[in-house]
């Protein structure tokens, strides 16, 4: 991403726009449908990112990486809609376990998408964020903490303990 | 570890293999191009309707206007001109010819006489004082 782009960008310039959303919407919408589990909760929290996106980026300051900065919108966004559909399911319960998706969703998922919830499926809000970043966008600690809002001794926690459960859940699985 | 990782990376692939079902940019930019291409044309039919409205009031008012100007306009006729002129302004009111502003001369002797202070002299002998008027 160049910088002139994005600061054509935050000076309101069409074009430049249309040009970040197009290089970011798929990461977007990778991390909204790994963290929400259903395409069209993941499509919503998608468009809600980009209009934040669009609304916010005149006060990006560049502190951090654009992706990094704008996939933090996302984690904000799905945050709050798995409160909104989800109230019981808050962040502050870490052993909070997520529920499984229905019949119809898993119908709905092709075979990587299945393997990828199958991965995630056990692991609570913040442990998979961190996963999701860590391992699947391959950000640094920092850009993970920077997405995420959080210090970066926080998020070697969070990642060793995801890590610890699914060696768990995979021990189960292999007896 | 290795099985773990093993399953990271299977994982990551069906995480890549997502992609956002359509195009963002042309789902939310051309919305607001289009709105503000509905506030220009809005302000434009606007600015025309009373550029219409306005010529029309224009066109209806006209007439009526070159009515007073002709009416207003003194005639070829003068005999007409002075009759118009003067049905228009109030005539100025007649001052009387037979009277003068000057007093007449007879009129000073009929004047009366300026009332006199009396003197000392006319006090000592007409009217006592009164010790007198007690002894």
């Known amino acids: ?175 | 570890m290795t099985r773990l990782r093993s399953q990271i990376e299977q994982a990551k692939a069906g995480y890549l293999a997502a992609h956002y079902p359509g195009d963002l940019a042309a789902e939310l930019l051309p919305a607001t191009r289009s709105r503000r291409r509905w506030v220009i044309v809005s302000a434009v039919g606007a600015l025309a309707a009373a550029l219409a409205i306005a010529f029309a009031l224009v066109r209806l008012l006209a007439p009526a206007a070159d009515t007073i100007t002709v009416t207003q306009e003194p005639p070829a006729d003068p005999q007409v001109v002075q009759i118009a002129w003067s049905a228009q302004m109030p005539a100025m009111p007649a001052f009387p010819e037979d009277v003068s502003l000057l007093p007449e001369p007879d009129s000073f002797t009929d004047m009366p006489a300026m009332p006199s202070f009396p003197g000392w002299s006319d006090i000592e002998q007409e009217s006592p004082t009164t010790q007198e008027s007690i002894s």
Not at chain 1, 38 to 44: G, S, V
Not at chain 1, 83 to 94: E, I, K, M, V
Not at chain 1, 142 to 152: I, R, V
């Open chain 1, 1 to 175: 991403m160049e910088a002139a782009t994005i600061q054509a960008a935050q000076a309101g310039h069409k074009p430049s726009q249309a040009q970040l959303l197009r290089l970011l919407q798929d990461p977007w919408y990778r991390v909204c449908l790994s963290l929400l589990s259903n395409p069209d909760d993941a499509r919503e929290a998608t468009q809600e990112t980009a209009l934040r996106f669009l609304r916010d980026l005149p006060r990006f300051a560049g502190h951090s990486q654009l992706k990094t900065w704008s996939i933090g919108i996302a984690i904000n966004v799905c945050r709050e809609i798995r409160r909104q559909r989800h109230p019981a399911d808050l962040d502050s319960n870490p052993d909070m376990q997520t529920s499984e998706p229905s019949p119809a969703d898993m119908a709905g998922l092709a075979e990587e998408r299945r393997r990828l919830h199958a991965l995630l499926a056990d692991l609570p809000p913040r442990q998979r964020e961190a996963v999701v970043l860590r391992y699947f966008e391959d950000l640094s600690v920092e850009q993970t903490a920077a997405a995420m809002q959080c210090a970066p001794g926080t998020i070697k926690a969070t990642v060793h303990q995801a890590l610890r459960a699914l060696k768990r859940r995979l021990q189960r699985v292999e007896i």
